[in-house]
């Protein structure tokens, strides 16, 4: 059985890069916790005290207890998923349950005892900058407060990245359908200083969007959910630090990806719920190993993909222990012989 894990394991690590790796990561999971979960357990609206929205609040459910790694059935976040169907705590709420693979996508992500990795990106909640990045990490003067004071009366939330940074997480959680490019005038006026930003959910155009190519030590942009298509989306390909793009049901197509390829920061792509075609993620992955884009767990080819290699999984399984089956065989029958042998001496030696 070793040569068999060892080659699983060597094409998990080596194998061509793909859309969704046969490991569930964060990054396979998250896409669902959008998808079902944070219109009511996001960073705006909390039911239940519990969000939902971003690595470091899902980390987070770790410390409280909801999330146990390496144990699904007993953490509380996996348990709500698979209750009866008219169970009033069965999640999502008052939708029907979750399709029997993202169930499963669920179970196998937390079977892992390190439930993040270190390329995870973190959302605009998250506090902590990578470790590597914090050496070359860029100082510029710490934002003037009245242009703060003029982000929060736009509704937004600025925080510094960590105490005493001058580098600012911006996001806008209450009311982001009122929120439209009226405030990208605010966020420019600290440009410097915006690390990460959220326009998730909110009215932002593509003339907004376009205007945030500004941002130059911007590290995470999410502008999931909004109206944006190419032509706000492009023009951000040259932001030189950008590491996570988040533009899940918004209206980019392929042609976005060429641009956003060449962005040598660029590591993980959410494009779930867009016009954005399997092949041509698979093209601009090829042509940049180390960026992941996320087309969503239940697309169609990501399903067939990571239906194939369960399945080439569990031929090669069965094929090793049709071989130990056929070798345990032999022995009986060896075995058999030799008892057969033994008793006649026996019988002899009476
Ligand atoms: C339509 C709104 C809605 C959606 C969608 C929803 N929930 Fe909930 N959830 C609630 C409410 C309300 C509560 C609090 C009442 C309760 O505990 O049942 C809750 C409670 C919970 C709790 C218990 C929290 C605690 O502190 O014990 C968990 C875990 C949970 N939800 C997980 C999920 C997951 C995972 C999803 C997505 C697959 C989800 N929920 C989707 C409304 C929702």
């Not at 959008?34 to 690595?55: D, F, M």
């Not at 937004?156 to 996001?171: C, E, T």
């Not at 399945?311 to 060896?334: G, H, M, N, P, T």
Request: proline share 7%; glycine share 6%.
């Amino acid at each position: 059985m070793k040569p068999l894990f060892t080659l699983c394991f060597s094409l998990l690590l080596f194998g061509a890069p793909s859309v969704v790796a046969a490991e569930v990561g964060f990054a396979q999971v998250e896409p669902l916790f959008q998808q079902h979960c944070v219109k009511c357990h996001g960073a705006a609206k909390s039911l239940g005290g519990l969000n939902l929205e971003g690595r470091a609040a899902v980390e987070a459910l770790i410390e409280e207890g909801l999330l146990l790694p390496g144990d699904p059935e007993n953490s509380e976040v996996f348990a709500r998923l698979t209750l009866a169907e008219d169970d009033k705590l069965r999640m999502p709420k008052g939708a029907p349950p979750l399709k029997a693979e993202e169930i499963d996508a669920f179970r196998k992500w937390l079977e892992h005892e390190k439930l993040f990795e270190a390329g995870d990106a973190p959302a605009p909640a998250a506090a902590a900058a990578a470790p590597a990045d914090e050496a070359k990490e860029p100082t510029p003067d710490p934002a003037d407060p009245a242009a703060i004071t003029r982000i929060e009366k736009a509704g937004g939330v600025a925080l510094p990245r960590y105490a005493g940074s001058p580098l600012l997480m911006i996001s806008f959680p209450s009311q982001p359908a009122n929120t439209g490019d009226d405030v990208v005038d605010a966020i420019l006026a600290v440009a410097p200083n915006v690390c990460e930003l959220s326009l998730a959910r909110t009215a932002v155009t593509d003339a907004g969007a376009a205007r945030l190519a500004a941002l130059e030590n911007l590290e995470a942009l999410h502008l999931e959910q909004t109206a944006v298509t190419d032509a706000g989306v492009a023009p951000l390909a040259g932001l030189p630090r950008l590491r996570y793009l988040n533009v899940y049901g918004s209206k980019v197509t392929d042609a976005v990806l060429e641009p956003l390829a060449k962005n040598g920061a660029l590591r993980r792509l959410y494009v779930y719920e867009t016009p954005v075609s399997y092949a041509a993620a698979k093209k601009a992955m090829a042509s940049r190993p180390e960026l992941e884009i996320n087309l969503g767990w239940n697309h169609p080819e990501v399903a067939r993909e990571r239906l194939t290699q369960e399945k080439e999984r569990l031929e090669a399984e069965k094929k090793a222990a049709v071989a130990q089956l056929e070798e345990a065989k032999a022995q009986i029958e060896s075995a058999d012989e030799r008892l057969t042998e033994l008793a006649k001496e026996l019988e002899v030696a009476k």
